[in-house]
């Protein structure tokens, strides 16, 4: 007996002793290639934390935390996480499902019963699942214009959504949905009577000692360690004001650092629990890491990412095969700061990168970090592989601009004078923007969002340039009036190019005087 916990302490030691060599190997010349990578993708601050067998084994800050001050970040440096928030409540869901409070196949107006969508059908059959997994019918970021930075609540947001239009067959497509997880939301506080914030803050970050994430700026103080988001003007960063997403927190309001993520990582690579304390059954956990809406890869995506072999959509979590192991993982993009998460249920290990600029250094070095992680020999050189290509986009904008600029019609006058412009026009589902004429340009101020306020210049025909007064992460645009047979305005046409917000989706009416 004396001999076989000899033997069986010896394995034991000599497990710890390779698990330690390889911990040592994953994070050797780590410092000096994050940082590195930093400085190429232009980022000015970001923080990582990596997580193996329940503990935190590497956090730092890289960079600074505002190009103004030239403070540092460091590990508890606060970052918007954005759709990282919405693990967090499908989370809630879980622990609420558990309690027998809801079930995931509740319809949503068993809970809502104004919820409305673009078919009665669709409206009568969504369920609580259905929210989490973005299959709605609905487009990616389709609706998002209707909560960024206005001043409609969570509720009126999902109340206009009735407005949008369907793009795929319900349950048979992919679309990314914030303003679905909105509608959880909803269902979270009427379940329990309280906010989703303080079902946060009960449930999953005071238990897992999360005690320096927030849930809105406006638990922002002096002393608060926070980055300031940042947005790249001709090719330097330049801080921007925090935007508040208190509407959307249930898809992205969150706000926290690389020390406190870390914990949440653990918490679910520990299955649910924390400290000795079961939060949620491992078995409910595991379902909300099934892939319940499948995303198909092309040939490009094949070839560029090597070794991910399947991808999805679980629920509040992305999912994905890589090298033959499950990954779950989920990003953030909020204004001027993109984040990405990861963990791998199966070998313990997670991690975490944090960024305040518009970038995707923090996808692309989570393939790194897993590759490390796993003790890949031949890794990928991800700067190398992904700059040109961002290189190449900045490129094509440029060009693109080139030729908008080219396509210009000069020596041509609006159809009309501009005071006949002038006035409110609406769209019915997001609302009213109001146009007043300033000089030889009409200045615009869209009454739901006060952030969206800028001027009109005249480009060609009855066509004006849209430049915003404050400065954020939306490019220029143009505005394109409609005029009926008589003569009339009649509509407002906007585009504004850019991947995250669809302008041509507002169709704005001139409001008779």
């Not at 393939?367 to 961002?390: C, H, M, N, S, T």
Request: with cysteine; hydrophobic share 40%; glycine share 10%.
């Amino acid at each position: 007996m004396f001999k076989l916990k000899l033997v069986s302490l010896l394995f034991l030691g000599m497990a710890i002793s390779l698990n330690g060599i390889a911990q040592k190997k994953a994070l050797k010349g780590l410092d000096a290639y994050l940082e590195e990578s930093r400085v190429s993708y232009n980022v000015p601050g970001m923080s990582v934390a990596l997580v193996k067998d329940g503990k935190t084994i590497y956090e730092k800050g890289f960079g600074l935390k505002d190009v103004k001050t030239g403070e540092k970040v460091d590990a508890n440096t606060l970052f918007a996480i954005a759709s990282n928030s919405k693990a967090y409540t499908a989370t809630m869901m879980a622990m609420l499902v558990e309690e027998g409070k809801v079930s995931w196949d509740d319809k949503v107006k068993a809970h809502l019963p104004w919820f409305e969508l673009y078919d009665v059908y669709v409206s009568n059959e969504m369920t609580l699942r259905d929210l989490l997994c973005h299959r709605s019918g609905l487009a990616t970021f389709s609706g998002d214009l209707i909560w960024y930075g206005s001043k409609y609540s969570a509720e009126e947001v999902v109340r206009r959504a009735k407005h949008l239009e369907q793009t795929f067959d319900f349950r048979a497509g992919y679309g990314y949905q914030n303003i679905m997880f909105l509608a959880a939301g909803l269902v979270i506080e009427e379940v329990t009577g309280e906010s989703w914030a303080v079902n946060c803050k009960k449930r999953i970050l005071g238990p897992l000692g999360m005690n320096s994430t927030l849930c809105s700026i406006t638990e922002f103080t002096p002393k608060t360690n926070l980055a300031a988001p940042h947005n790249e003007v001709e090719g330097k960063n330049v801080s921007i004001n925090w935007v508040n997403w208190d509407n959307v927190a249930a898809a992205g309001g969150l706000i926290s650092s690389a020390h406190d993520e870390a914990e949440w990582l653990k918490f679910n690579l520990n299955k649910g629990i924390c400290k000795g304390d079961t939060l949620m059954q491992s078995s409910t956990m595991y379902g909300l890491w099934e892939t319940y809406n499948p995303q198909p890869q092309g040939e490009w995506s094949r070839n560029f990412y090597t070794g991910r072999t399947a991808q999805g959509y679980g629920m509040g979590w992305q999912t994905m095969i890589y090298h033959g192991e499950r990954v779950i993982h989920h990003g953030g993009g909020y204004d001027g700061m993109i984040s990405h998460s990861f963990f791998l249920p199966e070998k313990g290990i997670g991690g975490v990168v944090l960024t305040n600029s518009i970038s995707s250094l923090s996808y692309f070095m989570c393939y790194e970090l897993i590759d490390r992680l796993l003790g890949f020999e031949q890794k990928v050189d991800w700067p190398a592989k992904v700059l040109p290509l961002i290189q190449g986009s900045v490129a094509g904008d440029k060009v693109a601009e080139e030729d908008f600029n080219k396509a210009r019609v000069l020596d041509t006058n609006p159809s009309l004078a501009l005071s006949n412009y002038a006035g409110k026009y609406e769209d019915k589902m997001y609302g009213i923007v109001e146009l007043t004429v300033n000089g030889d340009q009409l200045d615009f101020q869209f009454e739901p969002t006060p952030l969206f306020r800028g001027s009109l210049s005249h480009w060609h025909y009855d066509t004006f340039r849209l430049t915003w007064g404050e400065q954020m992460m939306l490019p220029k645009g143009t505005a394109q009036f409609v005029l009926n047979p008589a003569g009339q305005v009649d509509e407002l046409k906007i585009d504004v190019p850019n991947p995250d917000f669809d302008f041509t989706e507002l169709h704005f009416k001139k409001l008779a005087e």
